[in-house]
């Protein structure tokens, strides 16, 4: 069973950047797809980012292409979403997911949560 602990959130003035970073404590990491989901105040959760066990491949959300950057460092047990050009729209609370199998792009999907980690872009 994969534990999933996010870190580095926290509140940034629009256009700025954060990392966020989220630790598994399972001993088959690599064994699962990585993904981040997002939940704003009154929203549904969404799709931000995805990889796959090797990082080979990656997938987006439109609304975050070209800023966001997600990656994996299986020696760590960890996934990043590196977060630029920050928005105030992206306030939310930040969700890292493992997937074993399935459309990474659907939350129902997944078959471990992290806790979240709140992001506050505000001037």
């Known amino acids: 069973q994969e534990k999933l602990v996010e870190s580095g959130g926290g509140l940034v003035q629009p256009g700025g950047s954060l990392r966020l970073s989220c630790a598994a404590s399972g001993r088959t990491f690599s064994n699962y797809g990585m993904g981040w989901f997002r939940q704003a105040p009154g929203k549904e959760r969404e799709f931000v980012a995805a990889?796959?066990?090797?990082?080979?491949?990656?997938y987006y959300a439109d609304s975050v292409k070209g800023r966001f950057t997600i990656s994996r460092d299986n020696a760590k047990n960890t996934v990043y979403l590196q977060m630029n050009s920050l928005k105030p729209e992206d306030t939310a609370v930040y969700y890292c997911?493992?997937?074993?199998?399935?459309?990474?792009?659907?939350?129902?999907?997944?078959?471990?949560w992290g806790q979240g980690t709140q992001v506050t872009v505000s001037a």
């Open positions: 997911a493992a997937i074993e199998s399935g459309f990474y792009y659907k939350d129902y999907e997944y078959d471990y």
């Open positions: 990889i796959n066990w090797s990082g080979g491949n990656t």
